[in-house]
């Protein structure tokens, strides 16, 4: 991609096998141990996603935001993106972009894998500290199915996920973001870097990060600050549900399964967060009540709120 078509704030990264579009928000900071944040997208999304928490932040910290292999204004990569793979190219854009300063990673999603294989990769020496945005623990697939095929191919059918989900009303983008979300993800580029990470890549991903038994370290993090927030998850499973049913989806079986699947998701999901409590012995838990699964697009200032937290926990120990 030529650079002039690169926004202001982009800079392509050669890790070595090809580059990846960086974004860099927010002034320099004033000395190599400000902390500074780095955004982590979910699954099969780029850099995006994040837009209305940093324009949230506090205007004098820096963060940077950036598109996994094969997204927007990366290159696609020689490896396939496994959760092992992409924090292996995480590593090495920290390293070539450089960031030299402490990370304040925030992660939201699959990013919850990719973060731990970060860890298992590369310690924790240059985290200051987590916020974990609706994040997936290595146990999720053993406790609850995302991508349940009923819930997906028989009542979801037809249906603008979205829409249902009430991101589209309630997201908190500019329309202008919007639309440049939106576009981006219909792209050819974009169904087929998603493709590889949601369909061949997320589940295999949990298991390869058990075997690694990082759980069994806790706290891994130490005294660095975690701070997690759950989403609503019933909030979009009800969604899929009512505009599935308003299509005439489903059988009367498979609607009752769906709505047992519903009724029982947020306890599902308040237990998987609670064991990220373990991460570190300064640890918060918050449930973002308004939002289902995409809370930094929905109710972005909880995300902003993490943020200022953990930096306060890290000055309170410094």
Known sequence: MAQSTLPSNCALVNIGTHSLAIYVH???????????????????????????AVRLLPHSLRSYTYDRSGYRNSESSPLVPSAENVALELSLLIEKAPIPNPLIIVGHSWAGVIIHEFIALEGTSQIAGLVLVDANHETAPLVMDVDD?????????????YAAWGVEAEHKLTQEEWDVFKAAESTDKYKLIAHKEDV??????FETLRKKK????QPLVADKPVYIIGGTR????????KAGIAKGNGTEEQRNYIKELIRTVDEKNES?????????????????TESGHFVQMTQPDIVVDGVKWVIYNISASS
């Not at 019933?234 to 549900?241: F, M, V």
């Open 26 to 52: 927010g002034p320099e900071p004033s000395s190599s141990k400000d902390p500074v944040v780095l955004f982590v997208s979910g699954v099969a999304s780029d850099a995006l996603n994040w837009q209305a």
């Open 149 to 161: 095929p009923i819930l997906w191919n028989a009542i979801a059918a037809g249906v603008e996920p």
């Open 200 to 205: 061949e890549h997320y589940l295999p991903s």
């Open 214 to 217: 990082l759980s069994e370290k």
């Open 234 to 241: 019933s909030r979009d499973w009800n969604g899929l549900y």
């Open 272 to 288: 998987l967060m609670k064991k990220f409590l373990k991460l570190s012995t300064k640890t918060e838990l918050v449930f973002a």
